[in-house]
Nanobody, 124 residues
């Protein structure tokens, strides 16, 4: 399995931006589809964004479409989540995940490896 470590979370005001990074171990990073999920206090973990092996295909939750961008650099074994126009309802722990493929709608079960999460807090 691949090991994943997220970074880049923090406290930001509404309307601001953050970029999350997820570094993966192992030599087979390019064979995984990657995803970002989030979990707010008292709520279930939900899908945010996913990207194909090559980065040529992406998919977003409706709640973040047009504001968030997922990308990957296979040479650096890293996937990113650029978050713009942040809202207080984006506050959550954000998790990076790796899988072998996904279908729409994307499900947690599509991803078998998970990072430990990074906190994102958006103040109003």
């Amino acid at each position: 399995q691949v090991q994943l470590v997220e970074s880049g979370g923090g406290l930001v005001q509404a309307g601001g931006s953050l970029r999350l990074s997820c570094a993966a171990s192992g030599r087979t990073f390019s064979s995984y589809v990657m995803g970002w999920f989030r979990q707010a206090p008292g709520k279930e973990r939900e899908f945010v964004a996913a990207i194909s092996w090559s980065g040529g295909s992406t998919y977003y939750a409706d709640s973040v479409k047009g504001r968030f961008t997922i990308s990957r650099d296979n040479a650096k074994n890293t996937v990113y989540l650029q978050m713009n126009s942040l809202k207080p309802e984006d506050t959550a722990v954000y998790y990076c995940a790796a899988g072998y493929g996904y279908h729409v709608p994307v499900k947690l079960a599509d991803f078998g490896s998970w990072g430990q999460g990074t906190q994102v807090t958006v103040s109003s």
